[in-house]
Each structure stands twice: as C-alpha cells, then as structure tokens.
C-alpha cells in the first residue's frame, strides 16, 4: 500500500489528505496529522474524493461534433489540430477577439497559467474566469485600499481573535473547516457575531446575529463608522501612520446617521450601538466576508467599508484581527495572480513597461507576444457572443449553463456559436449540451501541480492515481492546443507542470506574492508554504501560519492603506408591487458542491439530497399564501423568466425573503444580468420575484 498526500481540490481550504492506494484504487483517505489548516480533520466532501472515479469514464478521447449532430470519436492528436485550425480560422475571419475562453479558480495553477499563456499571449483573445463571479469584488477593494491583492490573514486569526464578525458568510456550510478553527478558539469571553439576513446555519452557532435588510450592508457599515469617530473609538495612532484619506471619511460618514441606518436596515438603535460596543470592547477584532458581501451592486465600496472599519480601530496587521475576504474555490487565490487574465503572471498590470519586460525576459519571447490589456469580463464575454463578435469559446473546469447569472443567456449564447470547446471531467454538464468538441480530462486525483489556499499557502497536487492509456490531464490538453497552433519556440520550457511551476517562480520575483523561494520538491509531503516566501529570506520566513501588515506597510506608493468610499446607492432592482419578494441564492448543504457534478457522485450525499429544485420561505408567509411543506411554487424574476421550485419552510429566512439553494440550474434561471460598477461580480443575492401556488 502506498501512502500519497495531496490537496483538496474542492473548497478554498485546500486541505491536505493522505491516500493510501493499492491497485491503483483509493483504500483509504485519511486527513494530513500535522498539516497547519486541517491537522487531521476535513469535510465530507474531501473524504469522497476517490468518489469520482466510479462514471469518470476512463480513456475517454476527444468528440467533434458533426454537420447532422452527432459526436465523433476522434485521436487527441485531431482534436488538438482541430481546435487550433478553428481557433485561427475564426481569428482570421472575423479578428483577433472573435475567440474567448473562460477559466477557473479550481484547476492548479500551472493548467491556468499555460491557458493564459495560449490564449492571452499568442492568440491576444479573451480570458476571464469563473472567479469574477466569486472573487472579483475582493481583488478590486484589495487593490484600491491595500494597492495589491493582498488578503492578509492567516487562519490562526480564528484561534486568536476575541470578537470575530462574519459578514455575508456561512462558513458552517461554506467551510467547515474553517468553522472548526472558531471551535478551537479559546479566548475567555470571545465573541462570534454574524451579519446576515437569514439566520444561517453559521448564525445559529453565533452569539449574536444582526438579520439585517438585506443589501443594507454598507448603510450598516457607514453608520457604525460614524458612531465609533463620535464616540472616539479610534485607533488614531494606526490611522496617521498608515493610513490615508481618513478626514475626508470622517466627513463623509457624517451624512450616516443612527437614525438613517436602523431606517435602511431595519435594526433597532440598541442592536446597531450594541455592534459599535462589541467592535470598541474587542481588543482583537476579525472581520470576515465572503458572498453576501461580494455578490451585489455596490458590493466592492461595502468589502472597503469593511476594510474601513478595521484600519479606523486599528484591527489589522495584529494576531487575531484584519478585514478578512474568504475566498471560495481551491485556487481562487491562485488564479487571482496566475491566469494572465486581469494582471500579468504574479501580479502587475499589462501596460506597465517593466513588468512587460520583465515577464518577456522569464518567459523567453518577445514583449510583442505579451497581452496587453486586461481580459474582458465574463458578461462582456457573453454579451460579445450575443452581438455577434465572439464566435468561438473555450470553457475548462466550469459550468455556465448553470452557475452564470441570468443562465438563460448563456444558453441562448452557446447556440451561436461556431466552435464551443467544453473541458471537463464529465460529458453529462449542462454546458457540454450544445458545445462542437469535447475534451475529456482526468480528475485531481489523477494530475498534478499546485494550489493557493485563501491564506496564501501553496500546496501541492500530486498524482494519487495512474492514467489509463488515452487519459490526459487539462496541462497536456491545453498545452496540445498550443503545440497545433503552431506556438513552436514560445512553448519552450512550458513542457511539464514544474516547468511551469519555476516560470511562475520567476514572474514573482520582487512582487508581493514572490515564491522564488519554493521549489516544487518542498512542496510535496509538506505542510504548504505562503506566499511572500523570496528566495534567500526562507529564515526570517520560517513561521508555519504568517499574516501580513504587522508592519503597518501596505503595497500602496505611500505604503499607507486607503479609506475608500461612496454614497450609499439606490437599489437598481428594488422590490416593487409586482415583484415584491426578494429571492437570496446561496450554498445549501455541506456535501454539495455549486453545480452537483462532482457530489452527486458521493452516495452518501445524493442519498440525503433532494432531487427537485426547493427554496425557504418564511413560515408566516407561507401560512398567509397557503401554502404547505414540499408543496410547489411558480417563481417569476424580474428577469423575465420563470420556474418551479418546492417550497421548505422556516422561521430562518425574513417574511419578504426566499432562500434557493445554487445547486439545482433553476436558481441562475432567476437571477439577473446585474453587477457591480467596479468589479463587474454579478449580483446574485438579491432578485425581486413573485409567486404563485402550483394547482
Ligand atoms: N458545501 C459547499 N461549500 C462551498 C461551496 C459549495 O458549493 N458547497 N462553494 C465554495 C465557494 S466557490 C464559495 S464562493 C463559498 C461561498 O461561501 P459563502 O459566501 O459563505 O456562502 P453563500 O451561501 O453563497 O452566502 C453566504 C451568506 O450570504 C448571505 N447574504 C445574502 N444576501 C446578503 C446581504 O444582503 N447581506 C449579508 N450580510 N449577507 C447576505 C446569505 O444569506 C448566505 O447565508 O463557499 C465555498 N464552499
Ligand atoms: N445564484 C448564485 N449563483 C452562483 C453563486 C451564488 O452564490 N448564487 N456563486 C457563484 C460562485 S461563488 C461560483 S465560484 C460559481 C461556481 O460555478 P461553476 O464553476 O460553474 O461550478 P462547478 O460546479 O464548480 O463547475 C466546475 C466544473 O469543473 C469540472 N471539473 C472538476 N474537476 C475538473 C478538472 O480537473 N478539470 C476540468 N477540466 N474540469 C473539472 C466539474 O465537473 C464542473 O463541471 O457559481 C456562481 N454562481
Ligand atoms: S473543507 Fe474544503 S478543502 Fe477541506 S475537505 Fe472540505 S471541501 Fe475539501
Ligand atoms: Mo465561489
């Protein structure tokens, strides 16, 4: 029996597992003893990783579909040629951004890095990830406030803060995990507070829960600012040293009064000055969000009025404090910085010369090859398609169809297109229905490479399993491609995933997430390494669990962080007399991953898991309508659409609120093309609809 560890590739823990296999089949999956983020725990969903293999289809090879429908089989060596000879003959005919591809947070990060080096760099088309529906909002506030995208946690801050808030976050479900380090917290006294319309599951394990309206978060926020400048509950050391722009905040959020906000948000006086006094009494104060805050129209200024909030009390940079963005799938953080999408390869915008020149120089080509702009956005991707100017997609490790906002545009946007490449480790996805080839890759079980969790750790994917003959991961795949476009020297060094692991290395250099001081052997069997880790500094690095900004210095010009802020907006999409319920989406179980492809695998799971789309509604509005437990509702959005759902009943959603579960495809077909200005994050969490009993 072998013993092999690796890396979770579902959540953004990346928790470490050991797999002792014989006969190539997984016999036991036991949590890593030792490992700093899970030491021997982990979900449900990463014991049923060797799950998988049971309708992965093994030696699958490429299909291509023809003129009357139907798929052929074909060698990797024709789908490879295929693919490029369409890619070049779109490009030629209708111009260098008639093709696209949409990436991920969940492949490693050489898969994504090689995708961005194809697509971005030789072929200049258009690159975005599933990330911009998840992590978007975080990297625009982090950029602005802290001028990188640098979150500077460590999850030991669990363990050490004494008031810790979550905000728009369910991390009993989202990550457990996580959770467990709040567990472990043993601080006398400590508080856990949470900040949510719905009594989530996370809330009632809380010891305060504020259900607020819901998108008032920022009018929240604001106004607790105001209250802690009048009551001076500042930190005015930390806010002259290190920060900038805080008396043109002080004036701002003058505007915010007591009054204003329990009117916006629906809490009373005493809970909202009970929140600014646990935030004042807590000497380690944590703030943590995630969806609830990232998913909305004004969604980038509320995570900053977060990150307001911890600089004015001077709650970042220590142990147990920080503005704290958790991040969702197990690469997330690795994309962010590695997918030449919206910056260059570790960091550093497209037009800035030096980083042009430095990155040409690592990567052995011509500044000319390099991207020179940032990727248009998913919905510009999508849109595009619509309009005609985008005739060829390629997608890997994601599922649109279902999990894009509005999702029957997608499904309309497919249709139009000439050459629809899906990547995935199942051909049954929704997405696959309408695509002209398929590319059938092995799971994580079967590659390797490396992941960033949401603290910054890289960790290392190892082969568990052996491949059959045909099985392929999604780096040869890609890298296929490129060698049929006929990429020649620009590939060179591009080979295998480690050689793609120490070009990355070298685009870090000098850039706050450096990791010129991991190898891709230190990595395996080890306890994972954070990022900044430079060469030469392994030393003073030496610390397993490493936060950032204890030294007050932030990666601005000044080296200051930012107040930044702006009114309160007008809800674009209010409830209204003919939509006048507000339909909130978000994770339903532990066990289901976003669009089920993957955990309707695990028996287990399935066995306990509804087969129908359902929502919560409210037990006194289910009453007043009439309707009873399991029965079925018509829901009609705002966004013109319309479906079917069960009905579960609760006292933990508001009166005016429904809760859908994302894992069933009619929720997205509910929800509508709305973003955030800045990041252009759909905003998923709030949806006017009305309803009608089912006869
Ligand atoms: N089991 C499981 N775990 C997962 C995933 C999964 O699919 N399944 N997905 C992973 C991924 S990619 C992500 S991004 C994370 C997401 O992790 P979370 O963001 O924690 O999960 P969500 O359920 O999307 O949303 C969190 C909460 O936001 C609340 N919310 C809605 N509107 C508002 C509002 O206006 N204000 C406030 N304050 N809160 C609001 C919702 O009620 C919900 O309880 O989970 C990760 N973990
Ligand atoms: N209404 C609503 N919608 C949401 C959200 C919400 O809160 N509310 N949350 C959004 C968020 S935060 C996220 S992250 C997205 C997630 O949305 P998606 O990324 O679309 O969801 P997944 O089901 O994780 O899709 C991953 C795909 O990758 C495949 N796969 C797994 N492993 C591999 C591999 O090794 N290689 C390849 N090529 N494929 C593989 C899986 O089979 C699956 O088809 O959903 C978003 N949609
Ligand atoms: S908590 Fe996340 S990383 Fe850990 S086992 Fe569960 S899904 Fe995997
Ligand atoms: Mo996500």
């Known amino acids: 029996m072998k013993k092999i560890q690796s890396t979770c590739n579902y959540c953004a823990l990346d928790c470490n597992l050991d797999f002792y296999v014989e ?17 021997g725990f982990c979900c449900i969903k990463g014991l049923s990783l060797d799950k998988q293999q049971t309708t992965v289809k093994p ?8 003129e009357d429908g139907s798929f052929k089989t074909v060698s990797w060596e024709e789908g490879f040629s295929h693919v490029a000879g369409k890619l070049k003959e779109l490009q030629e005919k209708y111009g260098q951004e008639s093709v696209a591809g949409i990436s991920t947070g969940q492949l490693t990060m050489e898969e994504f890095a090689i995708f961005g080096h194809v697509m971005r760099n030789y072929l200049k088309a258009n690159v975005d990830g599933n990330t911009r529906l998840c992590m978007a909002t975080a990297v625009v506030a982090h950029k602005q406030s802290y001028g990188f995208d640098a979150p500077g946690y460590t999850l030991k801050d669990l363990e050490l803060s004494d008031t810790i808030l979550f905000i728009g976050s369910n991390p009993v479900v989202a990550h457990p995990i996580l959770w467990g380090r709040v567990k472990a917290n043993n601080v006398p006294g400590r508080k856990v507070i949470v900040i949510d319309p719905r009594r989530s599951e996370t809330a009632m394990n809380a010891d305060k829960w504020y259900g607020l309206r819901w998108r008032s978060d920022l009018l929240l926020l604001y106004t607790v600012a105001n209250q802690l400048i009048e009551k001076d509950y500042l930190d005015h050391e930390f806010i002259s040293s290190h920060t900038e722009k805080f008396e043109d905040f002080r004036e701002f959020v003058k505007a915010y009064t007591l009054e204003r906000g329990i009117q916006g948000t629906g809490l009373s006086e005493g809970q909202i000055l009970e929140l600014v006094e646990l935030i004042h009494r807590g000497k380690r104060v944590s703030f943590w969000w995630t969806m609830g805050v990232n998913q909305g129209y004004e969604a980038v200024r509320t995570a900053q009025a977060i990150i307001n909030l911890a600089l004015m009390t001077g709650n970042i940079g220590r142990p147990g404090t920080g ?10 953080m690795g994309s962010r910085a590695y997918s030449n999408t919206a910056v260059f390869f570790g960091g550093g915008d497209f037009t800035n010369p030096a980083r042009r020149e430095r990155i040409a120089q690592v990567l052995g080509v011509e500044e000319s090859m390099l991207a020179e702009k940032p990727a248009k956005t998913y919905n510009q991707i999508i849109e595009g398609i619509h309009a005609g100017e985008i005739k060829g997609l390629w997608i890997l490790c994601t599922n649109p169809r279902h999990s894009w906002t509005n999702n029957e545009t997608f499904a309309s946007a497919a249709k139009k297109l000439e050459l629809f490449v899906v990547q995935d480790i199942y051909d ?12 059938p890759v092995v799971p994580g ?12 750790r890289l960790s290392a994917m190892r082969p568990v399993l052996d491949r059959g003959e045909h099985e392929i991961s999604d780096y040869e795949a890609i890298l296929g491609v490129g060698k049929a476009l006929g990429m020649g020297d620009a590939l060179r060094g591009w080979e295998t995933p480690r050689d793609c692991f120490n070009l990355m290395r070298e685009c870090s250099r000098n850039m706050p997430c450096d990791i010129t001081g991991v190898t ?6 080890s306890h994972g390494i954070q990022w900044p880790y430079p060469e030469g500094k392994e030393e003073e690095n030496r610390e397993e669990q490493r936060r950032l900004y204890g030294d007050g210095r932030f990666f601005t010009p000044s080296k200051k962080a930012q107040f930044v802020f702006e009114e309160v907006r007008e809800n674009p ?7 006048p319920y507000v339909l909130n989406t978000g994770r339903g179980s532990v066990g289901q991953w976003h669009t089920q492809s993957r955990t309707k695998e695990v028996k287990f799971v399935e066995d306990v898991s509804l087969k129908k789309a359902y929502l919560y509604m409210n037990t006194r509005l289910a009453r007043n309508m009439g309707i009873g437990e399991m029965e079925e509702i018509q829901v009609f959005s705002v966004n013109g659409q319309n479906a079917r759902f069960a009905v579960k009943i609760t006292d933990h959603v508001q009166y005016g609120e429904l809760y859908a579960p994302i894992h069933y495809i009619e929720c997205n077909k509910l929800t509508p093309s709305l973003y955030d200005p800045y990041s252009k994050e759909p905003s998923y969490k709030a949806t006017p609809v009305r309803f009608e009993k089912v006869r």
């Open 323 to 332: 503005a704290n963005s958790i991040t969702g799938q197990c690469n997330a």
């Open 428 to 439: 049954s996805i929704e997405s696959a229905q309408d695509c002209t080839v398929f590319f």
């Open 23 to 39: 006969d190539n089949r997984v016999v036991k999956t036991v949590p890593t003893k030792g490992y700093p983020v899970n030491d």
């Open 59 to 66: 030696n699958s090879l490429p299909k291509i579909r023809q």
């Open 445 to 456: 079980l079967k590659k390797e490479g490396t992941y960033i969790n949401l603290e910054r």
């Open 573 to 579: 999409l209010p409830v209204s007399e003919e939509f």
């Open 520 to 525: 891709w052997d230190a990595l395996t069997d």
